[in-house]
């Protein structure tokens, strides 16, 4: 199954052969490693804590995605892994007016390579490079340096930003992912004083300003994880300017706005033995004066719970979403996802969504609003 996709992606994604080296490299590892490593079990238990990534899937957050890989030493200080992934989805619209649909289709591929340095046992270095294929470019995700001494944890250089969790299930993110926010410079302190406690605060610069700035303001964000048992957790987080995240909520004002909007987040997560559940939400906490009304106060939220099939490496996945006054985005959304572990390093995942539009958030290049939304999507990841 991985040679299949490898061969699709090469042949029916790349025409870049930057990528074609790099994902000949991934290739190599990955061979590399499968004849290495014992043969997988056929049976996958479901069982798994609530700080634990599910034993289906390879990465169920964003920053377990940033961290996917095999981590090979090549020297005694350095780590190097890396996470290949090819993606489709098909989109089909149905307009209000009349009967007329509208539809989309998009395919990409990606390579990720993460490299970790720690000259000593209190200093360590990280910098992720992903390569995309839809930004054709290779580009740097995180490039941090970091201080451990006991509880305490300071990082310094770009960075996300520790304001929601974002947890999926799902090829396709989440409509709260409007939310994360990422700095090219910013400043983290991590304080965890107990195992089952993690606090994280952050000092950052935004590309958003006030409209009598020329660059972009300083600002914070706040965030804490708690474990208060193996099965459950939960978490809270704060962002005093929510037009810094990576939605751009601003970008047709140049990222300008006449008064600071924060956000807030918050999730719920519970494991159990075959089943893991997740609540999360991202709200603004005021209205933007820059946006039109119906889409002034950006709220989503999402739930999905996972169910792992007895005796198979198989997880079945359901979503529930919904958002509010958030350009594009459907007002309800569900669907279903099936995820196979096709290997010990590589999983499939193949979903259906379906949402329902709500007003005139969503429209066509005529300004003609959408009704409904089906997507069918799947994405193939491999680590090595």
């Excluded at 200093?123 to 305490?152: K, P, R």
């Excluded at 709220?299 to 099939?309: H, R």
């Excluded at 379906?354 to 409904?372: I, M, R, S, V």
């Amino acid at each position: 199954m991985r040679s299949i996709m490898f061969d699709i992606i090469l042949s029916r994604y790349l025409n870049n052969r930057k990528i074609h080296a790099y994902l000949a490299i991934a290739c190599t590892h990955i061979v590399q490693a499968a004849i290495a490593a014992p043969a997988m079990s056929e049976e996958i238990s479901g069982q798994h804590t609530a700080r634990e990534s599910n034993p289906v899937r390879l990465y169920r957050t964003r920053e377990e995605q940033r961290e996917a890989g095999l981590k090979r030493q090549i020297t005694p200080w350095l780590t190097v892994s890396g996470l290949v992934e090819g993606e489709a989805l098909f989109e089909e619209f149905d307009i209000q007016a009349g009967n007329a649909t509208d539809s989309s289709r998009s395919e990409s591929a990606g390579v990720q390579f993460g490299f970790v340095a720690t000259p000593s046992e209190w200093v360590n270095a990280e910098v992720i490079f992903e390569f995309d294929t839809e930004d054709n470019q290779v580009a740097i995700d995180e490039a941090f340096i970091s201080l451990e001494i006991d509880e305490w944890e300071l990082s310094l250089g770009k960075q996300y930003t520790p304001f929601g969790v974002y947890f999926s299930s799902f090829a396709s993110n989440a409509i709260l992912e409007f939310g994360e926010t990422q700095s090219d410079q910013a400043i983290s302190l991590a304080y965890e004083p107990i195992e089952d406690t993690e606090i994280v605060f952050s000092l950052y610069r935004g590309l958003a300003r006030n409209q009598e700035q020329n660059a972009g303001e300083w600002n914070w964000a706040i965030g804490g994880e708690f474990w208060p048992h193996q099965d459950w957790s939960f978490g809270l987080s704060y962002q005093s300017d929510l037009a810094d995240s990576d939605g751009r909520l601003l970008d047709d004002y140049n990222g300008r706005y006449g008064k600071q909007v924060a956000g807030i987040s918050a999730y719920l997560l519970w494991v159990g033995h075959m089943l893991e559940v997740s609540v999360e939400t991202v709200a603004a906490t005021s209205s933007f004066k820059e946006l039109d009304a119906d889409r002034n106060k950006p709220l989503a939220w999402n739930t999905e719970v996972a169910y792992f099939l007895p005796g198979s490496n198989v997880e079945i996945a359901f979503r529930f979403e919904g958002s509010q006054e958030i350009e594009d985005a459907p007002r309800y959304q569900y669907g279903a996802a099936v995820t196979w572990r096709t290997g010990k390093f590589a999983a499939l995942t193949i979903e259906y969504l379906h949402g329902e539009f709500e007003g005139a958030l969503a429209t066509t290049e005529n300004d003609d609003p959408y009704n409904h939304v089906n997507r069918v999507g799947a994405i193939m990841s491999m680590e090595f």
